[in-house]
């Protein structure tokens, strides 16, 4: 498999693990709506294969996300980067950097007694990633919302602390390869390793269902959870997404005749 073929493949998963509510596909690029935070399940993305010209789905992006009252985000990964250039020209600016780990599985890891393994995510769970994340309520359903709309085999770990869940995460298989999503740990169990044991047991899980190796896209700037995932055995693979939106939305409002914004 060449790395251009990995690194589709991972983003095709990645993709699958925080599937968009509602989707429009046009000349080979996505477009994705959720609401919410969730900022690969609200922007759009390049697909593999023939695509239309940049400046169109610019075009289209910034009409689509003008017709449901959301700000235009655009995902730039570098094996599909074309749009960098446009994006510039019409005033977008970088909103954030995410990079893509690969790790492949190979020794088997057993399960911890202290991480619960569940098919669907259960009320405690969601009370984790409800006090890391900060949501407001709206954002909170629209997070629960894409978590159950993912379509793929998929496991949902809590590993527990002094009675209570402490850190969680979600793993989706397909193909022989586990995306890793959703870790989070409550700040008052931090620095206990909680993490790591719950990645071990979604790890183990997902051997079990035949993954031979493992992926995730974390935050650049988000350098304890990349210290946690290269201390797991995971490496870069050159998938650097850059998310874009616009640095203000007047431009927007003018290109597309919409006239004042209220």
């Not at 655009?74 to 980067?81: G, N, Q």
């Not at 994006?87 to 909103?95: A, H, S, W």
Request: net charge positive; with cysteine.
């Amino acid at each position: 498999m060449s790395a251009d073929d990995l690194q589709w493949r991972v983003e095709a998963l990645c993709t699958a693990a925080r599937p968009a509510l509602h989707r429009e596909i046009a000349e080979g690029w996505a477009m994705g709506r959720s609401g919410g935070r969730m900022r690969q399940a609200n922007c759009v993305n390049p697909l593999r294969g023939p695509r239309g010209e940049p400046a169109a789905a610019i075009g289209r992006g910034e009409t689509f996300y003008a017709a449901c009252g959301q700000t235009p985000l655009f995902r730039v990964p570098t094996i599909a980067a074309e749009m960098d250039a446009g994006l510039d020209r019409l005033g977008y600016g970088v909103e954030g950097h995410t990079t893509t780990l690969f790790k492949p599985l190979d020794l088997p890891v057993a399960k911890d007694a202290g991480t619960v393994l569940c098919a669907e995510p259960r009320d405690d769970w969601f009370g984790v990633r409800r006090r890391t994340s900060g949501d407001a309520p709206a954002d909170h359903a629209a997070y629960r919302r894409m978590v159950g709309s993912v379509a793929l085999p998929k496991i949902f770990a809590a590993t527990y602390a002094d009675g209570t869940a402490a850190s969680i995460a979600y793993g989706v298989v397909a193909d022989g390869l586990l995306a890793v999503e959703g870790v989070a740990t409550d700040a008052v169990f931090r620095g206990r390793g909680l993490a790591r044991r719950t990645m071990r047991t979604l790890i183990g899980w997902a051997q079990g269902a035949g993954a031979k190796a493992a992926c995730l896209q974390v935050q650049m700037d988000n350098a304890p959870a990349r210290s946690l995932y290269a201390s797991l055995g995971f490496e870069e693979i050159g998938v650097r997404p850059r998310y874009y939106q616009p640095d203000g939305i007047d431009a927007i409002v003018m290109r597309l005749g919409m006239g004042e914004r209220r």
